[in-house]
T-cell receptor
């Protein structure tokens, strides 16, 4: 069963544009929502994370928006750069369980 | 700088062979994990361990076993490799306080012929 649904599967954005990746979860026990970034040939690395007591968290060009009532959260990459081209995974954890989304392959064209 | 290393980046094995994948972390983390990564399926948990000699099944443990004899080392074993186990295998570790931030190794790409 897929407890965290992520979309789109792939995304192509022009340099300077906004990249948006969406995730939805089912388990209301989840209380921590990280995003991981994975470059080719590397393991995923934590990019940014949010807890449900806030609706938004921003770190540089990366922002997580969180909607607790809808059980949805999203990653926004402002001013997308070719160096942001990677696979992005959302995740949800809580109650000793962590679930990952299927991943989004982002390509930022110069 | 935190570090999780995996014994091989690429591995080619034949059907029926016994395969060992090793993972070492230098962060003194209590929790260690093995995932497999397949296109369109994301990361699926095979096994995890929260202490030495302790192990718990994840979502897809069939065909795999694990060993954790030392805190820093977590091994994944394919008892009899099959072609459907061709995949990218990722090891991760995290501190005892939660499953929150997991630190991943670079992965082992396994091809079973």
């Amino acid at each position: 069963q897929q407890q965290v649904k992520q979309s789109p599967q792939s995304l192509i954005v022009q340099k300077g544009g906004i990249s948006i990746i969406n995730c939805a979860y089912e388990n209301t026990a989840f209380d921590y929502f990280p995003w991981y970034q994975q470059f080719p040939g590397k393991g995923p690395a934590l990019l940014i994370a949010i807890r449900p007591d806030v609706s938004e968290k921003k770190e540089g060009r990366f922002t997580i928006s969180f909607n607790k009532s809808a059980k949805q959260f999203s990653l926004h990459i402002m001013d997308s750069q070719p160096g942001d081209s990677a696979t992005y995974f959302c995740a949800a954890s809580g109650n000793n369980d962590m679930r990952f989304g299927a991943g989004t392959r982002l390509t930022v064209k110069p | 700088d935190v570090k999780v290393t995996q014994s091989s980046r690429y591995l080619v094995k034949r059907t029926g062979e016994k395969v060992f994948l090793e993972c070492v972390q230098d962060m003194d983390h209590e929790n260690m994990f093995w995932y497999r990564q397949d296109p369109g399926l994301g990361l699926r948990l095979i096994y995890f361990s929260y202490d030495v000699k302790m192990k718990e099944k994840g979502d897809i443990p069939e065909g795999y076993s694990v060993s954790r004899e030392k805190k820093e080392r977590f091994s994944l074993i394919l008892e009899s490799a099959s072609t459907n186990q061709t995949s990218m295998y990722l090891c991760a570790s995290s501190h005892q306080t939660g499953l929150e931030t997991q630190y991943f190794g670079p992965g082992t790409r396994l091809l079973v012929l």
